[in-house]
């Protein structure tokens, strides 16, 4: 059992107040996820380049060093800011240029996330442990999508922790269980698609964006899943401009959509919602089995 909640500001003014926003519906989905929680939020695109979600867990990493490292190497500017043991690396060079670079000399770091508009946070703890320790109340952004973790099938790790990501700007919450998650990696590796965890969530996360990078668009690989995907789920997923919702053909995992016209707002329960502005008057529903839900900033 595990939360999920997602939320798309339509109105450009409230987008100052995503991060005040979001963190009340995680703490809401704390007795679903007490073991460990993380929020990817989406902001405005950087024109040039790519930002890098990091994780240090226990390593001592100096991030400005870091930064400096990177740019005497390649003779490309690069920057960064930091919070704890999270950081954000901005450059300029290609995704799997930074990508080598940092396995080769910082193998102990953790990359979270990448892309143009994408900053991603997760660790162990309670949400709002969590949320306390990477100032999540302090996000502004145009969506977000954040999960609460209740270990089932895997360690708990910060690395195992939601949301996961692949690709550029591309990242997945889960809650249920898939059946068939090594199936999917021998269908995905010989495409040269790399694991970073046995968790079952980070196989559908990167077949979807697999299909993606084939050339679907999200609700055609989504569609392709209902094929692939094996088990219980209701996903919640971001991109760039998109936040979308599916539920498998059962249905068996709960959720609930509360929309106006300032906001789209999704929990696995209600009382996650409950505190948003104007939801006594927001259209509230269940979404259906097998059914694909897409909203666009």
């Known amino acids: 059992m595990c939360g999920i909640v997602g939320l798309l500001i339509k109105t450009p003014a409230l987008r100052e107040r995503l991060g005040e926003l979001l963190v009340p519906?995680?703490?809401?989905?704390?007795?679903?996820?007490?073991?460990?929680?993380?929020?990817?939020?989406?902001?405005?695109?950087?024109?040039?380049?790519?930002?890098?979600?990091?994780?240090?867990?226990?390593?001592?990493?100096?991030?400005?060093?870091?930064?400096?490292?990177?740019?005497e190497d390649h003779q490309q500017e690069a920057g960064f800011s930091g919070t704890s043991n999270h950081a954000i690396l901005t450059s300029s060079l290609a995704p799997d240029v930074v990508r080598h670079w940092l396995h080769a000399h910082y193998p102990g770091l953790h990359i979270l996330s990448c892309g143009r508009a994408i900053d991603l946070y997760k660790d162990i703890g309670s949400p709002q442990q969590v949320s306390d320790r990477y100032g999540f109340s302090q996000l502004k952004g145009s969506h977000?999508?954040?999960?609460?973790?209740?270990?089932?099938?895997s360690a708990v790790t910060p690395d195992r922790a939601h949301p996961f990501t692949a690709g550029v700007d591309f990242c997945l919450?889960?809650?249920?269980?898939?059946?068939?998650?090594?199936?999917?990696?021998?269908?995905?590796e010989p495409e040269g698609i790399?694991?970073?965890t046995d968790n079952d969530t980070e196989a559908a996360c990167r077949f979807l964006e697999w299909r993606m990078r084939?050339?679907?668009?999200?609700?055609?690989?989504?569609?392709?899943?209902?094929?692939?995907?094996?088990?219980?789920?209701?996903?919640l997923i971001g991109t760039d401009d998109q936040m979308a919702l599916v539920r498998d053909p059962f249905a068996c995992k709960p959720a609930i959509v509360a929309e106006t016209d300032d906001y789209v707002a999704i929990a696995s329960e209600f009382r996650s919602?409950?505190?948003?502005?104007?939801?006594?008057?927001?259209?509230?529903y269940e979404p259906a089995p097998e059914e694909i839900y897409v909203w666009k900033i």
């Open 25 to 71: 519906m995680m703490i809401g989905m704390t007795e679903r996820g007490p073991d460990s929680a993380g929020l990817a939020v989406y902001s405005d695109q950087l024109q040039h380049g790519y930002k890098y979600s990091l994780y240090s867990g226990d390593l001592a990493l100096d991030w400005q060093s870091l930064a400096d490292h990177l740019q």
């Open 194 to 196: 790399h694991f970073d």
């Open 173 to 188: 919450v889960h809650n249920g269980s898939l059946s068939n998650p090594y199936g999917l990696r021998r269908k995905l």
């Open 214 to 235: 084939e050339g679907d668009n999200l609700s055609q690989a989504i569609q392709k899943g209902f094929q692939e995907l094996d088990g219980f789920y209701t996903f």
């Open 144 to 153: 977000a999508i954040g999960h609460t973790r209740m270990a089932t099938e």
């Open 273 to 284: 919602l409950a505190h948003l502005p104007g939801v006594k008057h927001a259209k509230i």
